[in-house]
């Protein structure tokens, strides 16, 4: 696997313990097949932890404690997950997402910054299957993997073999996820 996503470390961590399984995103999504067909560049992705621009007062406080930021992103990266998206849903406002407090990490300061954001752009809200790889992979953190970007391209012999790969929250507990999400955005 030579593509990864990058997101707040706290974000991966609790994507890899089961704790999350949603990802609010603006960028990276198109329509391709036409209106509302919404598609991913890349559905299937390596979690890329990033320290740097976390923010613990954006982060609900029952895991705010557990976000370290750093002044600098460490000289090496652990790849310990894949995300594959199940779903993806153009959110339809703020209200849909205050309807899923339980289902996520943020606060309504780091939602409503989502919003604000370019607000031109939709927001999008992301149900992803996390993996837990069988031998998590560190590679060298280097300079062309730096900066504020939501795709990581992996040089070559940075790729991480995601054979054997377990599933972190499936079944019937991730199709509640989802069907929570959809009876929110369809009130």
């Known amino acids: 696997m030579g593509i990864a996503l990058k997101e707040w470390a706290i974000v991966c961590d609790l994507l890899l313990e089961g704790r999350l399984s949603l990802l609010l995103r603006k960028g990276g999504i198109h329509e391709a097949g036409g ?48 995300g594959e998206v199940a779903r ?37 809200l992301m149900a992803v299957r996390v993996f837990r790889l069988a031998q998590p992979r560190t590679v060298k953190n280097l ?9 990581v391209p992996l040089v070559a012999g940075d790729e991480v073999d995601d054979a054997g790969a377990a599933e972190v929250v499936g ?14 955005f369809a009130a």
């Not at 705010?64 to 310990?80: G, S």
């Not at 997402?97 to 919003?115: E, K, N, Y």
């Not at 300079?143 to 504020?148: K, N």
Request: proline content about 11%; hydrophobic content about 40%; aromatic content about 12%.
């Open 88 to 124: 993806i849903w153009q959110v339809p406002g703020r209200a849909a997402v205050d309807r899923l407090d339980g289902l996520h990490c943020w606060t309504p300061a780091q939602i409503d910054m989502r919003f604000n954001y370019r607000p031109e752009n939709p927001l999008y």
């Open 143 to 151: 300079p062309q993997y730096a900066g504020c970007k939501s795709w």
């Open 35 to 82: 209106p509302g067909e919404f598609e991913l560049e890349h559905p299937r992705f390596l979690l890329f932890p990033s320290w740097m621009h976390q923010k613990p007062e954006m982060i609900k406080p029952d895991v705010r404690p557990r976000v370290r930021v750093l002044t600098q992103e460490p000289a090496e990266i652990t790849f310990a997950g894949v």
């Open 171 to 184: 079944g019937e507990r991730f199709n509640a996820v989802m069907k929570q999400v959809e009876e929110a």
